[in-house]
Nanobody, 131 residues
């Protein structure tokens, strides 16, 4: 079991920045892989970025160069709480979505953000970008 709590969403104008936070806690695994996905109503949920327990990151094409993921407790095993951040820059209206934090036990199975790799999900936080 992993509890995930996101924060940091809100409204911003095009070209602006936001930073999302995700606190992962109450897990008994040695560590967790953390990722961000986003969902627009009527579309499939899509990956944004992931970060492994050792700090290895992966981004989908739409996020590369604009979004940056990091976390604490890099290379630290047997933790019970970890925080990940998603710094989003140069936002556009196309980035408007509900952003979800997701977790996979111990390490990231893949680098291409496969939604079915992540059994644990937060409640989501809304990001709205106006033109």
């Amino acid at each position: 079991q992993v509890q995930l709590v996101e924060s940091g969403g809100g409204s911003v104008q095009s070209g602006g920045s936001l930073r999302l936070s995700c606190v992962a806690s109450e897990y008994t695994y040695s560590s967790v892989c953390l990722a961000w996905f986003r969902h627009v109503p009527g579309k499939e949920r899509e990956g944004v970025a992931s970060i492994d327990w050792d700090g290895t990151t992966a981004y989908t094409d739409h996020a590369k160069g604009r979004f940056f993921i990091n976390r604490d407790n890099v290379n630290v095993a047997k933790t019970t709480k970890t925080t990940a951040w998603l710094q989003m820059t140069n936002l556009s209206p196309d980035d408007t979505a509900v952003y979800y934090c997701a977790a996979e036990a111990v390490y990231c199975s893949h680098t291409d953000l496969r939604i079915h790799d992540f059994p644990y999900w937060g409640q989501g936080t809304q990001v709205t970008v106006s033109s």
